[in-house]
Nanobody
Framework: QVQLVESGGGLVQAGDSLRLSCAAS????????MGWFRQAPGKEREFVSA????????DYAESVKGRFTISRDNAKNSVDLQMTTLKPEDTAVYYC????????????????WGQGTQVTVSS
């Protein structure tokens, strides 16, 4: 049974930093590309960032480029999202997701999903 468990969300002020983590189990983690998506109230789920199985390739949404950094540790079956200079528009539930293959910005390409962690950025 595959499980992705996000942690690290919370309430912060604009300009602050936050680090999200996703712990994976039940899959050959090193074979999967990992992605982070987010969904704000009343909006569709959107791509944030993704990293290839080896960590050699990363991708970011334009809105977070230069502020967020994705990384993974295959020995620990984990993927992190370091978020800096947070803005109120970053407020959303953040989801970790896994797909067998290359990085992809489409949510439909990901097979496994976590339950999400809430990030709230106050102005």
């Amino acid at each position: 049974q595959v499980q992705l468990v996000e942690s690290g969300g919370g309430l912060v002020q604009a300009g602050d930093s936050l680090r999200l983590s996703c712990a994976a189990s039940g899959l050959t983690f090193g074979s999967y590309a990992m992605g982070w998506f987010r969904q704000a109230p009343g909006k569709e789920r959107e791509f944030v960032s993704a990293i290839s199985w080896a960590g050699s390739s990363t991708d970011y949404a334009e809105s977070v480029k230069g502020r967020f950094t994705i990384s993974r540790d295959n020995a620990k079956n984990s993927v992190d999202l370091q978020m800096t200079t947070l803005k109120p528009e970053d407020t959303a539930v953040y989801y970790c997701a896994a797909r067998f293959g290359s990085v992809d910005q489409s949510a439909s390409a990901y097979v496994y999903w976590g339950q999400g962690t809430q990030v709230t950025v106050s102005s």
